[in-house]
């Protein structure tokens, strides 16, 4: 296989449109490795999706095509609807291991119907900093057995499915309060605390079989003080050899500032490759010449000594043997979401009497992992951040992190529903906590807004 080949074989772009591009058509029949789909891709619906997957193993049949399905707030497939299954932070809650695994085996499912073979969850962070702009309800808890506990079963339901999982954002991205797509974070502290917290997770992910891990673009001073994790030696070592795992590591999106600030994205590609990963993230719609770029600047560097040959052939075997298909279909059991909801939502406080109540959304920008989806219940206002609200009868006020927004103004609220990671909160009026939105945590605060005199 000639360098030029290889270079292609390792990377996994996304690319814009609904349909696959002719010059990205090109670049699956000179061995791109594979596409990751965003909301972008995927507008046009499942059926959309399975036909524009299918046009991509007409020409490439190997090609790992991979997505961020981790049910909850970060969904790809139901970006428009919301997610039919609870997120991470609420299954951590609900703390029903069978609901996990079968949440997990339902995206797989769904995901294998589509002719998607990898899923880039779950997220195995340990979320213990409250004020975590990117990780918050995408995480199954700030304890870090219990996290672990969940993220294996999850794992398990999916690659029943046929799927690939792949844990994320290793060595953990939950104690920071920095988001790395946007600037660098550091996570300050000693080994024995890294490992005793952050890692668990992983290393239980490893012991069950996970088909890959995803890097994260943060600093661990205690392992290597200058370059972040994605493209950290030392750093990925601990994966390879305290862990033994010998799977594929994925890199995380390359062109997040974590990674390409200061250097371009395809020397973060190179240095990635240098460091140990495998399979690389690239990003969302992105064109043929930044691939092309990166193809070059990777064959450039084995040309030149900087990067082994053997480094580069022995990412695309991982690649190659990564375990994808051959599972067990199953369905979606939407009794079992609503049971699960029920059990992570949680009421702070007496809910006043809502005859009359109107419902009040705070427009907060989502980080760039969730996107711009679908959240709360559908609102009769939307207010801004910081603005009163004006009130001339009962107001259900719906939020998102308002621990970590202190421009959000709860005054005059009858209730709060809060349907991010719930953060310290004041005593004010009485709240709701969904973790996460999903369409089974959207029933049940219905559920519980009409018990309290609620119409709509």
């Known amino acids: 296989m000639s360098l030029d080949r290889l270079g292609l074989q390792v990377l996994l772009p996304g690319f814009p449109g609904t349909t696959l591009p002719a010059d990205w058509a090109d670049l699956f029949g000179e061995g791109l490795g594979g596409a990751c789909l965003f909301g972008s891709n995927t507008a046009d619906g499942p059926a959309a ?42 299954l951590g809650a609900a703390d029903d291991l069978a609901l996990t695994r079968a949440t997990g085996h339902a995206i797989g499912t769904e995901l294998a119907a589509a002719g998607i073979d990898l899923d880039l969850g779950p997220v195995a962070d340990v979320n213990t900093d409250p004020a975590n702009p990117v990780i918050g309800t995408r995480s199954f808890g700030a304890d870090p057995a219990h996290a672990a506990a969940h993220v294996v079963a ?36 000693p080994l024995a605390v890294l490992e005793a917290r952050e890692l668990v997770p992983f290393a239980a992910a490893v012991r069950c079989g996970i088909a890959s891990v995803m890097t994260s673009h943060i600093v661990v001073p205690a392992v290597d003080p200058v ?32 990674a390409c600030a200061g250097r371009g994205i395809p020397e973060a590609a190179v240095l990635s490759l240098l460091a140990g990963a495998d399979l690389l993230c690239i990003g969302a719609d992105k064109d043929t010449g930044l691939v092309r770029e990166i193809q070059a600047a990777i064959a450039a560097a084995v040309r030149t000594g900087r990067l082994p040959e053997a480094r580069l052939r022995d990412a695309v075997d991982r690649i190659a043997r990564m375990p994808r298909g051959a599972g067990t279909p199953g369905r979606l059991d939407i009794a079992a979401q609503l049971v699960g909801a029920r059990a992570a939502t949680t ?31 559908a609102p009769d206002r ?21 621990h970590r927004r202190p421009e959000i103004d709860v005054t005059g609220a009858a209730v709060v529903v809060e349907w991010g990671w719930p953060g310290p909160y004041d005593g004010g009026p009485p709240r709701i906590c969904t973790r996460g939105y999903s369409r089974p945590g959207a029933v049940v605060v219905e559920e519980l807004l009409r018990k309290a005199g609620w119409e709509r």
């Open 49 to 90: 999706v399975a036909d524009l997957t299918a046009a991509i193993r007409a020409i490439a049949p190997d090609a790992v095509v991979a997505v961020d399905e981790e049910g909850g707030d970060v969904t790809r497939l139901h970006a428009t609807t919301g997610s039919p299954v609870l997120g991470p932070a609420a």
């Open 154 to 189: 999850w794992v398990e339901g999916l690659q029943a499915a046929g799927v690939a999982a792949c844990a994320k954002h290793f060595p953990g991205h939950g104690d920071t309060a920095q988001d790395s797509h946007l600037e660098l974070p550091t996570v300050d502290v």
């Open 227 to 258: 370059l972040p994790a994605t493209l950290s030696a030392p750093v990925l070592g601990l994966l390879r050899e305290r862990m033994r795992y010998d799977g594929v590591i994925v890199s995380d999106a390359l062109d997040m500032a974590g």
């Open 347 to 377: 009421v702070e406080g007496e809910l006043p009497d809502l005859r009359g109540a109107e419902v009040v959304s705070v427009a907060t920008a989502a980080n760039i992992a969730v996107g711009e989806v679908p959240w709360g219940l």
């Open 382 to 402: 939307v207010v801004r951040p910081g603005q009163h609200v004006a009130v001339d009868r009962s107001v259900v006020l719906q939020v998102r992190d308002a």
